[in-house]
């Protein structure tokens, strides 16, 4: 199994990313998808997850309004766009699947990470 984060940059506080998350080896719709992220001295934390089939979705407080996860089966990929960039929102972000059907905020739960991809929020 293997997943391929891109899209991380340098942007303002206020502007827009759209990461991508490239999965292979997997029965890509059977997979609960979801995205971390983790900043220098913290620990891991929950961002968003999608259910398999996209139907079921769950978002951290903090990012609640602002990013949006979205699938495409079809594609083998999943995508968090995130609008109205803070600084706090500066971190590697991950993306993650789990082999079991029920999504999870927890990352403990997931079996399979990608490498991660910088985003940095400038003020």
């Known amino acids: 199994v293997q997943l391929v984060e891109s899209g991380g940059g340098l942007v303002q506080a206020g502007g827009s990313l759209r990461l991508s998350c490239a999965a292979s080896?997997?029965?890509?719709?059977?997979?609960?998808m979801g995205w971390f992220r983790q900043s220098p001295g913290k620990e891991r934390e929950f961002v968003a997850v999608m259910s398999g089939n996209g139907g079921s979705t769950s978002y951290a407080d903090s990012v609640k309004g602002r990013f949006t996860i979205s699938r495409d089966n079809a594609k083998q990929t999943v995508y968090l766009q995130m609008n109205s960039l803070k600084p706090e929102d500066t971190a590697v972000y991950y993306c993650?699947?789990?082999?079991?059907?029920?999504?999870?905020?927890?990352?403990?739960?997931?079996?399979?990470w990608g490498q991660g991809t910088q985003v940095t929020v400038s003020s």
């Open positions: 080896g997997l029965t890509f719709s059977d997979y609960p």
């Open positions: 993650a699947a789990r082999n079991y059907w029920l999504p999870s905020t927890k990352s403990s739960d997931y079996k399979y």
